[in-house]
């Protein structure tokens, strides 16, 4: 990968470090540790939304030049620009995606009185709600791990959730 940013991996190139993950600037929440070039981090204290198209951070980093001293500055960026990032509250592994789906789809059985029972597959596990013709797909972060599918799968509980069916 040459290019400096890749919105389909969602990461981007850093000198001195190489490929981070990244999120859209947009996305970036207080508490947030983004990653720049060479290494250095800050945590972000603030953000102001002044129009559609910026965001203007206030974070905090440590000095180059004094170590230990703690500096604060403003940074305005582009929503759609990617960001490296060490922790982002707004990133959630395939894990969190997976718990929350099977908590929804908990949540509907119980709700609607549904039957269930889970199948084992190679590709992933599948679970059976009420009757064979009424199938959710959770996708488990050991068969895929991908956070795609596991949003995908989170959509589909949330689906199940809402209206008590779900047809594959």
């Known amino acids: 990968m040459s290019k400096a940013y890749d919105v389909k991996t969602m990461t981007i190139h850093l000198q001195g470090v190489g490929r981070q993950n990244a999120i859209f600037a947009g996305n970036i929440m207080v508490g947030d540790i983004l990653v720049w070039n060479y290494g250095t981090?800050?945590?972000?204290?603030?953000?102001?939304?002044?129009?559609?198209?910026?965001?203007?951070?206030t974070e905090r980093y440590e000095s180059w030049i004094k170590k230990g001293e703690l500096l604060t500055s403003e940074r305005k960026m582009k929503k759609d620009r990617l960001v490296a990032y060490a922790k982002a509250q707004s990133v959630k592994s395939p894990d969190q995606y997976e718990a929350e789906a099977r908590d929804l789809v908990n949540q509907a059985i119980e709700k609607y009185g549904l039957s269930s029972k889970?199948?084992?597959?190679?590709?992933?596990?599948?679970?059976?709600?009420?009757?064979?013709?009424?199938?959710?797909?959770?996708?488990?972060?050991?068969?895929?791990?991908?956070?795609?599918?596991?949003?995908?799968s989170l959509a589909r509980a949330q689906k199940l959730f809402d209206t008590g069916v779900y047809f594959e």
């Open 41 to 57: 981090t800050s945590e972000v204290l603030s953000i102001e939304d002044p129009g559609k198209a910026y965001i203007i951070i």
């Open 118 to 152: 889970t199948i084992s597959h190679p590709m992933g596990g599948f679970l059976l709600i009420g009757d064979d013709s009424s199938v959710l797909n959770i996708q488990a972060a050991w068969s895929f791990g991908s956070v795609e599918s596991c949003k995908d």
